[in-house]
C-alpha cells in the first residue's frame, strides 16, 4: 500500500513539473508572439507613415496639376473668346457690305417699278382720256365714229359702275341699255363708264377697249356672285325657321336667298323653289303641311295662309291653357298629398316586415302562435319580401 502511495506521489511529482515545464513554454510563446507583434505593429505604423508621406506628396502633385489646369482652360478661353470676336467682326462688316448692296438693288427696282408703273399710269391716263372723249362724243352725237354701219341709239346715258353695288344688277341695266350696239361700242362704253376701284380692272386686260366679253368676265369675276351660287343653295337647302323668327321674317329671307341663289331663274321658277323651300323650313308640321295641301303658286299666298293658320292656332290654345292648367294644378296637388302618404305606408311596412323577420329567426314558439300573412299574396307562411308570386295590380293597389 505504501508503495503504490508513493509511486502516485511521484506521479504526481511529475506532473506538476510537467505542468510547470509547459506553462515555462507558454510564457515563453507568449512573449514571444507579444513580441512579434510589437515588432509587426511597428513596421505597419512605418509602413502608414510612409504612405501618408507619398499621399501627401501625390496630393500635393494634384494641386499643381489643377492649377496647371485652370490656367490653361482660362488661356484657352481667352483665346477663344478673342477669335469669336474678331470672327464676329468680320461677319457684321460682311453683312453690312451685303446689306449695303441689297439696299442698293432694292432702291434700284423700287426705281424701276415706279418708272413702269408711271408708265403705266400714263399710258392708262390717255386711254381713259380717249375713251372720255369718245364717251363724250357719244353723248352728244349718239354715234362713234368706227368702220362699217352704226347702230348705236343717238344721246343714250349710259350708268355708271364703282364697284359698290350689285354686278348682276348693273349688267342687266347696262346691257337694257346697249342691246344694239357693237361689241366694240359696248366695251368701250363700259371702260368709260367705270368708277373708282372699279378702273383697277383694266390693268389686268390689254385688249379692254376692244373686247366686250373679256372685260365683262373680268369684272364678273371681281365683283360678280355666280361663284356664290352654290354657297347660297346650300344654305337655302338646310335653312329652316328659327324659334323667334315670325313668318313674315322668315318669308323675306327665304326669297331673298332664292333669288341669290338662282339669280338666272324664270320668274316662275323662281316663285315655285321659294314655296317650296318657305314650307319646307316652317318650324310648325302641320302649319306645314296645311300650306303644302293648298299648293300655292306664290309665296306671297302661302305666307298669308300661314299667318291665318297661325291665328286661328293661337286663339283656339288660349281658352284650353286656362282648362289644361287648371287640370295640372289639381293634379299636382293631388300628386304632392299622395307622395309622402304611400312613401310613409311603404317604409311603415318594411319596417314591420323586418321586425317580424327578427322575431321569426329568435322566437319560433311565439311565431307559431301567430301566423305570418304575406300581403301580397295572403297566403301564410311567408312575408312579401320573399314571396315567389309576383305583385298583381289589385294586391299592389290594397297594399297602396
Not at 29 to 36: A, F, N, T
Not at 233 to 248: K, N, V, Y
Not at 332 to 337: G, I, S
Not at 366 to 376: K, V
Request: charged share 35%.
Amino acid at each position: 500500500m505504501e508503495d503504490s502511495m508513493k509511486q502516485l506521489m511521484e506521479m504526481l511529482s511529475a506532473m506538476k513539473e510537467d505542468i510547470k515545464r509547459s506553462q515555462e513554454e507558454t510564457k515563453e510563446d507568449i512573449k514571444r508572439g507579444q513580441e512579434e507583434m510589437e515588432e509587426d505593429m511597428k513596421r505597419g505604423q512605418e509602413e502608414m507613415k510612409a504612405s501618408q508621406e507619398e499621399m501627401k506628396a501625390s496630393q500635393e502633385e494634384v494641386k499643381v496639376s489643377q492649377e496647371e489646369m485652370k490656367e490653361d482652360i482660362k488661356a484657352s478661353q481667352e483665346k477663344l473668346l478673342q477669335e469669336m470676336k474678331t470672327a464676329m467682326e468680320e461677319n457684321n462688316t460682311k453683312l453690312e457690305t451685303k446689306l449695303n448692296e441689297f439696299e442698293q438693288v432694292v432702291e434700284e427696282e423700287i426705281n424701276l417699278v415706279k418708272d413702269d408703273v408711271k408708265a403705266v399710269k400714263e399710258e392708262m391716263n390717255k386711254k381713259i382720256e380717249d375713251l372720255e372723249t369718245k364717251f363724250a362724243q357719244l353723248s352728244t352725237t349718239g354715234v362713234i365714229k368706227t368702220e362699217g354701219t352704226v347702230t348705236t341709239p343717238s344721246k343714250v346715258k349710259v350708268p355708271t359702275f364703282d364697284g359698290k353695288v350689285s354686278w348682276n344688277t348693273y349688267l342687266r341695266q347696262f346691257e337694257a341699255v346697249v342691246r344694239n350696239w357693237r361689241e366694240e361700242d359696248k366695251a368701250t362704253s363700259l371702260i368709260a363708264a367705270l368708277r373708282g376701284e372699279a378702273l383697277e380692272v383694266l390693268r389686268t386686260i390689254p385688249e379692254a377697249s376692244t373686247n366686250y366679253a373679256m372685260l365683262t368676265s373680268a369684272l364678273e369675276r371681281r365683283y360678280g356672285d355666280a361663284h356664290l351660287q352654290h354657297v347660297y343653295q346650300a344654305q337655302l337647302r338646310s335653312r329652316r325657321q328659327r324659334f323667334e323668327e315670325t313668318l313674315q321674317q322668315y318669308e323675306a329671307d327665304i326669297s331673298r336667298m332664292v333669288n341669290l341663289a338662282y339669280p338666272t331663274a324664270p320668274a316662275e321658277v323662281i316663285e315655285q323653289l321659294s314655296v317650296s323651300s318657305f314650307i319646307e323650313g316652317l318650324r310648325d308640321p302641320e302649319i306645314g303641311q296645311l300650306v303644302r295641301l293648298a299648293r300655292h303658286k306664290t309665296i306671297s299666298e302661302a305666307l298669308a295662309q300661314a299667318l291665318e293658320i297661325e291665328a286661328a292656332k293661337q286663339a283656339s290654345r288660349g281658352t284650353s291653357k286656362i282648362r289644361q292648367v287648371k287640370t295640372y294644378q289639381y293634379q299636382d296637388r293631388e300628386r304632392k298629398v299622395q307622395r309622402p302618404c304611400k312613401n310613409l305606408v311603404d317604409s311603415i311596412k318594411d319596417v314591420l316586415e323586418k321586425f317580424t323577420d327578427g322575431q321569426n329567426s329568435e322566437d319560433s314558439t311565439t311565431n307559431r302562435r301567430r301566423p305570418i300573412r304575406c300581403w301580397t299574396c295572403g297566403v301564410e307562411g311567408h312575408v312579401r319580401s320573399r314571396c315567389p308570386q309576383p305583385p298583381t295590380e289589385q294586391n299592389q293597389g290594397n297594399a297602396n
